[in-house]
């Protein structure tokens, strides 16, 4: 269970699978976590979009060694992060080279 109640999505399965790749779907909207446009390159926006099945909706987790794990994306192979670390409601997001500063680190 996760703090106030809320339910652990992930509870009753084994993850992340080892060489999987995932794709993240918003429950209500039933759309997937997206690279626009397929974009390979850093600062590219991360929306949600009709699920297309496309690689640039497939994510991976990536342990790092210490019981956490990044998430990479399976096309562009670059990581969540919030533009500029920035901690504001409605901040953006994009996909970003791994700078292992905190809020790039798709931890």
Not at 17 to 42: C, E, H, W
Not at 47 to 62: P, Y
Not at 85 to 100: E, K, L, R
Request: proline share 2%.
């Amino acid at each position: 269970m996760c703090r106030n109640g809320a339910l652990d999505a992930f509870a009753s399965i084994s993850f992340p699978a080892t060489n999987a790749n995932y794709k993240i779907l918003n429950k209500r909207s039933t759309k997937a976590i997206d690279v626009s446009g397929a974009s390979t390159s850093a600062g590219a926006n991360i929306i949600q979009w009709n699920d297309t099945g496309a690689q640039n909706q497939h994510w991976r987790w990536v342990a790092v060694g210490d019981g956490s794990y990044e998430i990479a994306n399976q096309n562009s192979g670059l990581l969540p992060d919030v533009t500029s670390g920035s901690t504001a409601d409605g901040a953006t997001i994009i996909q970003q080279t791994d700078n292992n500063v905190g809020a790039g680190t798709g931890h």
